[in-house]
């Protein structure tokens, strides 16, 4: 497990993580940091909170947090590792390990997205959070109790998950429960009338939803507007929500607990089901479609990339697209939509998110596949660096020199003019120059004439002696293998 426990020397447990920087913003009482595994540099996050009296009520509400969120499944949901609770310098500090994520605010600030991307993206989070919030309404009957944009933490991925499950209470608010004796943890901005007013009848009474519809009409309010709610007249201020989700947003403040939206019915909203949606929810379920879909899908992705924001395109669709071609859910075709997205990547970036998946693609038995990855080198070649090609690229590239396909050997061939300017003098002369002496008897007449044509090209980096011999000993004879 990532964050297991280890014994110090003489003392208690430890979590086996180092802690690092600290987020500006986090949600309730806790400080949010980033972290790495002492094992294997694994990144992850981790929330802290501390008191000096074990029976605070910050600290029993966090333990309640750490409880639920472990017991809570659900894609928009935070996904829970490890939690650990010790002394530390005579205050108990109760610390919990999450997939790595940070703050919604902060993410939003480096993206600066502007226009329709904005939108698109702006949509897509607050529908995962409505799923969220829906889901703990709906399925499980509960109240979460504290919704804000606080409350909202992003991946790597750019996905939009839900935290701060400090307040999560059973919607029938039976026994001691959290809400009741922490509701002073949420700001007054944030609170709708039964719950600033404690009337707790009232919650129990209204529908289970009521509470979190207003949290997440603030929410909303807080997203699309850019900046944090301190006042709940903020709220009246309409003019920065999307016209086609203003309905919606108003039926969340309803002032009468049984008329507020239900978050399942604003998931509903067809500007949350936008088109974005739409390509990452259909890669995302790729192993649910048939190949009539799949055709369809593919044929009409490379003109939808230009409406998708790049940041989006390169941490979440890249990844995607990478996984079903070497898995085999996506058909060879989607490598035209893979190296489209690449093309927004500099050349340190490409490496790294490209490369590996690359290297493995060559690698596939797949003749489309392999046809597609070399129709398109010219595309990515320029990227590539000479450690890249020479162990990762051409060993497995290379077996097309030897394809059944005429085709393929020919692609092969005719890709090593992209190639051959940053492969070593070694590789050209003790292992290329090889496989074109087999070209030159090859059966197809145009292999034969671009063996010789390819020659001239990439005699020039293989040094003086060889070219020599190249031009001396091999050229003459391929001349004559043409005629």
Sequence with gaps: MFAKLSALVGGGP???????????????????????????????????????????????????????????????????????????????????ITEAVRPLATVLQELDLSGQHRDEYLATGMLHMTNAVSFINNSCNMIHGNLCMAAV???????????GFDLLSEHALTGDFALKHASWMVASQ??????????????????????????????????????????????????????ALLADYQKLLSSHTGRRLNPSKVAESRFLNNKLVEVVGFMENISLKDSAEKDSF?????????????????????????SSLEFG??????????????RMLSGDEFIRRVVPSLSRLFA???????????ESIDTYGQHLTTDVIEGQIYPPLSAGFTDENAYIRELTLKSILVLAPKMRQAT???????????LQVDNEPSIRANTTVLLGNVAQYMGDATCKKVWGHLLPQLTAGIC
């Design 14 to 96: 430890a979590l086996n993580v180092n802690i690092g920087h600290q987020y500006d913003t986090a949600w309730g009482c806790w400080t949010h940091h980033s972290c790495t595994s002492k094992d294997d540099g694994s990144a992850s996050s981790v929330f802290k909170i501390a008191a000096a009296d074990p029976n605070d009520v910050k600290l029993v509400a966090a333990r309640n947090g750490v409880k639920r969120l472990k017991m809570l499944r659900h894609p928009n949901v935070l996904a829970f590792k490890d939690s650990l609770e010790v002394q530390e310098k005579g205050q108990t500090v109760l610390y919990l």
């Design 153 to 163: 933490v992003v991946t790597d991925s750019l996905d939009w998950k839900l935290h």
């Design 190 to 243: 944030y609170k709708p009338a039964e719950l600033a007013k404690c009337e707790w009848e009232a919650v129990q009474q209204g529908p289970s939803w009521a509470v979190d519809s207003w949290g997440l009409g603030c929410m909303m309010q807080e997203v699309f507007s850019g900046q944090p709610l301190s006042a709940v007249e903020q709220l009246r201020r309409t003019d920065v929500i999307p016209p």
């Design 298 to 322: 593919f044929k009409k992705l490379p003109a939808m990339i230009p409406a998708i924001p790049e940041p989006v395109a390169v941490r979440k669709l890249l990844p995607l697209l990478s």
């Design 329 to 342: 859910g996506a058909p060879a075709s989607a490598v035209s939509s893979l190296m489209l997205i690449g």
């Design 364 to 374: 596939s038995s797949d003749r489309n596949l392999r046809r597609n990855l070399l």
């Design 428 to 438: 050209l002369t003790q292992n290329l120059l090889k496989h074109l002496s087999r």
